[in-house]
């Protein structure tokens, strides 16, 4: 309220004493020093520039030494604001992912060795396991600390045809988890030859972010692809898994080195502004009046400022009027 920090700043504070892990204190250490206004300042200063110069030309038309603009102008400006927030916001993702963990989740047709793999990664027995097929019939979860990353685990119900009704519904709860997951790990018996379950499995999940895993090495009988990652939940030989998973992620983990914002309303709101300057871009675009793109530009603005909670403190209007030397 007295302009010591930024809003920013202050959840930086709450960030840093409600965090649990390393990740989320390194995040909320740059906030703290000011990262997320250094990030967000520069997308604010070229909107002010850019809308700047349509409220010149609709609010002075008498400044004739004030060149109109046209669309062609802006339209390379514009584009360029989009690019930055884009860029941003992917960085900010995996700032997510490191802070929140990858939503991790193991799924597969029964009795593979899921629930074995969630307590091997545990490293206790959380999940029961027994060798009667359809054990698990609810999800499972718990968190596991990687050397760079957090895995947010998810064990599921093994995936098949059945008529029993508590198995049915759980496995309806695996496939929503496999829809809301970050990762899936698609385990698969290489004690056996694969089935038509397996199949389908790899099927319905081909487009998705997964890790095709081979359970069970200690007692191979199926033909594996020579590239295949072969693990032993039963015995706790899952090193295979865990390179292959910090080797997906490594990409992300600069996250945790370079300032990002990690925090979800600066996130939402980023994205809300990117949806406003699509929109401005849509109508300069399609070329109608130049002026109509300011009313998305400035919701956009809103957002921009509103990330730093400086929403009421100072419209646009007073900042333009204090840069342009407008109407004095
Ligand atoms: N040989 C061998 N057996 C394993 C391994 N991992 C699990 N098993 C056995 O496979 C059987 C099924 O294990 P679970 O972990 O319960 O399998 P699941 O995929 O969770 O099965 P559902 O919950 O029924 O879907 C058990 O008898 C385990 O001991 C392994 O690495 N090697
Ligand atoms: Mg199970």
């Known amino acids: 309220m007295n302009g010591r920090i930024d809003l920013t700043q202050a959840e930086a504070i709450n960030d840093l004493i409600s965090g649990k892990d390393q990740g989320v ?38 400044y004739y030494d004030v ?42 047709k029964p009795n593979v060795g899921k629930s074995s793999l969630l307590n091997a990664l545990l490293e206790e027995d959380k999940a029961i396991v027994t060798d009667i097929e359809g054990t698990t019939r ?31 519904i759980g496995i309806d709860k695996s496939k929503q988890a496999m829809n809301e ?8 018996d290489a004690s056996r030859e694969l089935s038509n379950e397996d199949y389908e499995l790899l099927e319905l999940t081909k487009d998705k972010v997964r890790l095709v895993v081979y359970n069970k090495s200690d007692d191979v009988k199926a033909e594996l692809p020579s590239d295949a990652i072969m693990i032993s939940a039963r015995q706790n030989e899952i090193e295979p898994l865990i390179d292959a998973i910090e080797a997906m992620y490594e990409k992300h983990s600069f996250a945790l080195n370079e300032p990002t914002l990690a925090n979800e309303r600066h996130i939402a709101l980023l994205k809300q502004a990117k ?3 699509m929109k401005a871009i849509e109508t300069l675009e399609m070329g109608l009046e130049v002026d ?12 921009i400022i509103d990330i730093l909670g400086e929403k009421g403190k100072k419209d646009l209007l007073d900042e333009l009027f204090s840069r342009f030397c407008l109407g004095k």
């Open 181 to 188: 997951a970050d990762l899936i790990i698609v385990l698969l």
């Open 25 to 62: 204190t390194k995040v909320a250490m740059q906030a703290l020093r000011g990262g997320v206004r250094k990030l967000i300042e520069p997308l604010k200063e070229d909107l002010i520039q850019i809308i700047g110069q349509i409220e010149v030309n609709i609010d002075y038309p008498e």
């Open 292 to 303: 109509l793109a300011t009313i998305d530009m400035q919701s956009a603005y809103d957002c």
């Open 138 to 168: 609810d999800l499972v979860e718990g968190y596991v600390r990687l050397p760079s990353i957090t895995l947010h685990l998810i064990d599921t119900a093994g995936i098949r045809e059945t008529e029993d009704v508590v198995e049915k």
């Open 275 to 277: 949806e406003y300057m």
């Open 67 to 108: 060149a109109t603009v046209t669309e062609e102008e802006l339209l390379p400006k514009t584009k360029e604001w989009l690019t930055k927030i884009n860029e941003l916001l992917s960085k900010s993702q995996s700032g997510k992912l490191m802070r929140e963990g990858i939503k991790t989740v193991i799924l597969g």
